[in-house]
């Protein structure tokens, strides 16, 4: 196991203003989710929605590092990261409620979010198909030396599907610029880990395919952007891909805008617990311990998003609808 | 009530809850058959259709699944050789995609390449069709690629007591089985026997009678069709409907009788038209009943693009009944005016329910 | 020679050779093509048709792939939606089952389900069909099950000319192409344009022409056909006989119209005939040309089991020329006398030529 | 790594008869190969053949452990598993002609030999595609508390497959009896494992899955069966699966009955270095050593191995070929 000890880098030190961008990022991402929760049962939005509620440190500690021409590739729970790689709020919300202003022009729903201003190339309702697509876009960016990298967003239930090795051998063995990203939010649907995979270290996963790895509180964005900060940096030297574990949990349902704890599912507590561990109360705390936040940055924050998000709303629900003699357009280019 | 009268009164259930019935049933009977699936254990059950088993016959008899879908078809396979029973389900067609190297070459031909000595009496339960705005990658139905394949074997209820009867048969069947379910299919209540009573794997069921057109439906679609053939029948033109049931072996026998006598064969199924099942239906009842064709088979499926997410787009995408009643009434030389009002009473009865969900109980998302 | 003469004197090279020459073309033209596949590097080099090209245009244009069909397929995918132009190859198409969900879900539907903002610029070279007692795994014909999905591309080519401009066509081509080549078609020489002239993907092509039937084949089984016509011809029943080329989109505005003219349809493929490639030319046409038929179609396919590996299965196994004189000369209403001859001709060319091998440089195993 | 120290345990010690038995397997085995090769070119058996001449220790030393109800899959390369597990020389020799008394009526050729009898559950051309079956028959076995183990053979291509790692994801997790059992011949058809793998142990792949690993020297019969001991005894013991890992070479080409050498894609002299570690003439001399074998044993063994071999080519040769009517039947048990 390569369990590299954290050394801070130059890069890696954040000026107060980036901390507590870091913050209002995941607020943003927060908020957002809440907000299609709670309108969720309007009916509106007519697709499956898999929120990231919980999992935002992830999302943003992987994306912060990024550069827009980097290229993301995310999964049926793809909101947090499209969001962090800055993906198109207004695009976002108008594709959940199936507008012409969609990202997909409605097509797609909510697990096929994609920006291509923004690099993230592409979402995918399959598991662990998304993660082939990354190396994918590692390999373009060898073939035409941009430079650029590419991460690919899975959770522990993808690390079961063969396609994802499959994806790891052959980034490894070509050396691509490339960042697998494992989301361990210790869930697949209702299943925990321990019925679909034996007791053994994830990171062993890197070893299996002769890369580097590094496991970090998926809570802590910090840690997260630091693990990211040296995957990254060392996809882009060309010294080949690796892997972060984001070692997290998801605090709403797999699919869907409720609360199922009551399902039973989850050990008593469990929730609890990780709740106490949520990503944006804990950076608030710390930041605040610093002296870098405050109740009146926090408002305006939530004011600003709040507005934000508003208007995605509006929008999206005064956008036309796809017409119908539409559908048979695009399926070939 | 008396027991007597129990057992008379019909036994309203859903085809959901039929599914679950026969495995309970096949469970019991075998201690050899077993389920597997990603989701056989957990809270929703696979749409309540494995609800309960783990806590009946233990967790070495319904086995909860990595997603690894290539994996545990082929380990079905491995543990079919040696004697198992077991019951694979995949929450959606386009997972088994991943299996289809374990389903195509090994499942399907074992037993041929083996000179008969080997035996894969397995099911692969498969969930195709429409859903809440799930878009092209969950909501497909491919049950054309399947069919295909010699050595599999490819069932579609379309009824509560179908899905019961066919799913025994099909655990009972020492062939690979592929059992297709459509979605809205699962809402399908109808009188289900209580006794574990197979429904044979023979070939088309008539569901309906008639002698202006033959109606081949399969799945979901003989539902609509059932109610286009309904709203025909009230205007005076009665047609023969099958549900075709059995997508592989065929068996086109019974069709191609009905369309001696009617002349005309309309096909409405789940897929994709081009290269899909009816291409294949018409293929065959027009050569073994050419002389007594009046006109040219017509095909209803879907169009020939992805499935789009957006409600609007979703609308046209599946054909209704209505469309449906167009279709045959045309065939079948029923009068515009006549055909009109008939379309009307179905959109009517259509619009009455959300379009894209298939009960009023159904909650969405999942 | 003269450069003029050469110029105009045929250059008859196999179709295994166009393949090449159309991946050099397409390489030198477009730097962001490149080849990949197991084997790609190898001293083979895929039945020889991506030789040398390693050592052409680098390491990093022609990749070696691991043993990992669905990995590297979405690996293609994902480099295509970066501006990419992949060309995958999968020496046998089973190995591509491995990679059908890629194919199905991410492939085939990501310019749609993008609103049209993605592209996905892939080729996937499939090598389909028979040879030296490779038994059911290693020999199938599937194309099938990609020509049922909307958003592919798929193309068989049957002549060298073709194999060239077609492989050029669909690199050229922004949609994903799924280019079945069959491995006797391989062996298939004629001449061949030197210069990198794409041949449009436009529909099947005549190869054949006359009035008494028409006669539709795939790939491989168009030589075949061929042959058959000829004797035919020669015994004064002339038919139209189309090479279908183009799976999907498919457009049968020619077949029809043959139809229309000859009455009659036979479609000759290289899959298994139910749900296959023939039912879709023939429901279709059917439904075309109903008024114009004057008999049922006929269909020749594989019959409906797998391949067996021993060589006195297999014989019956591959319908050849012979056979489908018989069913078009029946179709078309020669004598019986006259199709004995016929197919004696036939069958004494066709034992002329071993059974199991394609060309007499065939050496096998391989 | 679990690369446990070997220690010689109670089953592992073998008698002088035993010892001798194991080199005659293989050498039974080597005899067959090459008579395969020999008559090759005769186009008696027309179809495809992977010899396995030069892994004939992997074969024998992993078999020699199993009883007749433990259950082998096997790959394109199974003609030594087969007939190391005890299967009909002549329902092979016969199958690869292509003749109702074929294993498979002649209707699989030389990549689906399989022998009920003998435990050999099955061989499947598609690379990787074997390895599930023995997933399922290992779960059979539990599930019948039959107390047996299944064995997966594959190469080292085998381990790009994505199946393989479910596989082994689904054994673990379920604790099933199995053994993964990895010929590593270091090339897949004419690639070398460095084009298609990166540079680690290959026993990392069992880590990754929760599992114990031995790698061992595969052309040295006694280590594999050394290794196979514990293994198996892990397996019948209910402790789960785990993987060995055989060190070898292929001797001929990928797939038919010639030396490849010429073509180059082997670095020179490495053929040659591996025939000089041949596993029939090493274990022969160690043998001779012992003072447990001399020319006439050996004279012997050649005697009656050409005898069985010449039947079974005769038996083939003389059997019918299946009727070309009966094709059709059979497609449904
Ligand atoms: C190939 C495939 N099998 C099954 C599913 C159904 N499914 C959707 S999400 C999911 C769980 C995925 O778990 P994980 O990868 O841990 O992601 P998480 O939902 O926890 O974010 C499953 C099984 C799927 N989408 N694709
Ligand atoms: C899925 C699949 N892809 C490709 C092939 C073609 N093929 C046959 S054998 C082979 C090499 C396998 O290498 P390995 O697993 O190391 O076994 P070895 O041949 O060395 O015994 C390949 C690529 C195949 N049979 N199956
Ligand atoms: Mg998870
Ligand atoms: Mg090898």
């Known amino acids: ?333 | 009530m008396p027991e007597l009268a129990r057992a008379l009164e019909p036994r309203i259930i859903s085809a959901a809850e039929a599914i679950r019935e026969a495995t309970v049933a096949a469970m019991e009977r075998d201690e050899r058959v077993f389920v597997m699936g990603e989701g056989a254990t957990d809270p929703k059950g696979i749409f309540g259709t494995t609800s309960g088993l783990r806590e009946r016959f233990g967790a070495h008899r319904v086995l909860e699944m990595p997603i690894a879908e290539n994996g545990w078809t082929g380990m079905a396979i491995g543990a079919a050789l040696c004697g198992q029973r077991p019951i694979l389900i995949h929450q959606r067609v386009e997972f088994s995609l991943l299996a289809m190297e374990q389903l195509v070459n090994n499942a399907a031909k074992i037993h041929y390449v083996s000179g008969g000595r080997h035996r894969a009496p397995l099911v692969i339960r498969l969930i195709v069709g429409r859903g809440w705005g799930q878009g092209p990658a969950h909501s497909q139905s491919l049950e054309a690629l399947f069919a295909h394949v010699p050595g599999l074997k490819v069932v579609m209820p379309s009824s509560a007591a179908d899905a019961k009867g066919l799913l025994l048969a099909a655990v009972a069947d020492d062939s690979p089985v592929v059992f297709i379910e459509h979605r809205w299919m699962h809402y399908a209540s109808g009188h289900v026997d209580p006794e574990p009573r197979a429904v044979a794997l023979d070939g088309p069921k008539r569901v309906r009678e008639g002698d202006r057109a033959t109606v081949v439906a399969t799945s979901y679609m003989t539902l609509e069709a059932l109610q286009a053939a309904e709203a025909l029948a009230a205007a005076g033109c009665a047609v023969d409907l099958f549900d075709l049931r059995v997508l592989r072996p065929l068996d086109v026998g019974a069709i191609t009788a009905s369309v001696r006598k009617t002349g005309r064969l309309i096909t409405v199924d789940t897929g994709h038209a081009t290269y899909g099942i009816g291409a294949e239906v018409c293929a065959r009842v027009t050569s073994a009943a050419f002389e007594d064709l009046r006109a040219a088979p017509v095909r209803i499926g879907l169009p020939e693009h992805p499935t789009p997410s957006a409600r609007s787009l979703a609308e046209g995408y599946y054909p209704r009944s209505p469309q449906i009643a167009v279709a045959v009434g045309r065939a079948a030389g029923v009068s515009a005016t006549v055909l009109e009002e008939v379309c009307a009473g179905l959109a009517r009865e259509r619009d009455a329910m959300p379009l894209d969900i298939p009960h009023p109980s159904f909650k969405g998302p999942f």
Chains 1, 4 share one sequence.
């Not at chain 1, 790689?85 to 969609?102: Q, Y």
């Open chain 1, 1 to 333: 196991m390569t369990q590299t000890t954290m050394r801070p880098t130059l890069t890696s030190v954040l000026t107060p203003h980036a901390r507590i961008d870091l913050f209002r990022q995941m607020l943003r991402i927060r908020r957002i989710e809440e907000e299609i929760a709670r309108r969720y049962a309007e009916q509106q939005m007519r697709c499956p929605v898999h929120l990231s509620v919980g999992q935002e440190a992830a999302a943003v500690g992987a994306c912060c590092v990024l550069r827009a021409t980097d290229q993301i590739v995310s999964t049926h729970r793809c909101h947090g990261h499209y969001l962090a790689k800055g993906g198109s709020l207004n695009a976002m919300i108008a594709e959940l409620h199936g507008r012409v202003t969609g990202c997909c022009s409605g097509r797609g729903g909510s697990m096929h979010l994609f920006d291509a201003a923004a690099g993230v190339l592409a979402s995918v309702p399959i598991v662990g198909g998304n993660v082939p697509l990354a190396v994918g876009a590692a390999l373009a960016a060898k073939q035409r030396r941009t430079n650029d990298v590419a991460v690919a967003f899975f959770g522990d239930g993808a690390l079961e599907e063969g396609v994802v090795h499959e994806s790891a051998n052959l980034a490894a063995t070509h050396g691509l610029p490339m960042v697998f990203f494992l989301e361990n939010n210790r869930y697949s649907v209702y299943t925990p880990l321990d019925q679909r995979q034996p007791a053994r270290p994830i990171v062993a996963f890197a070893d299996a395919h002769g890369m580097p790895a590094r496991s970090v509180d998926g809570n802590d964005v910090l840690s997260v952007r630091e693990a990211m900060i040296h995957a990254v940096a060392r996809a882009r030297r060309g010294d080949g891909p690796s892997l972060v574990v984001a070692e997290t949990y998801r605090f709403l349902e797999h699919c869907g805008p409720a609360d199922d704890d009551a399902l039973g599912y989850r050990p008593a507590g469990e929730l609890a617990r990780w709740q106490a561990r949520c990503p944006i109360t804990s950076f608030e705390a710390y930041l605040r311990e610093l002296g870098e936040l405050e109740d009146a940055i926090i408002e305006a924050f939530k004011t600003t998003i709040a507005a934000e998000i508003k208007l995605a709303f509006a929008d999206a629900l005064a956008a036309p609808v796809p017409a119908p003699e539409t559908a048979q357009e695009g399926v070939y280019a």
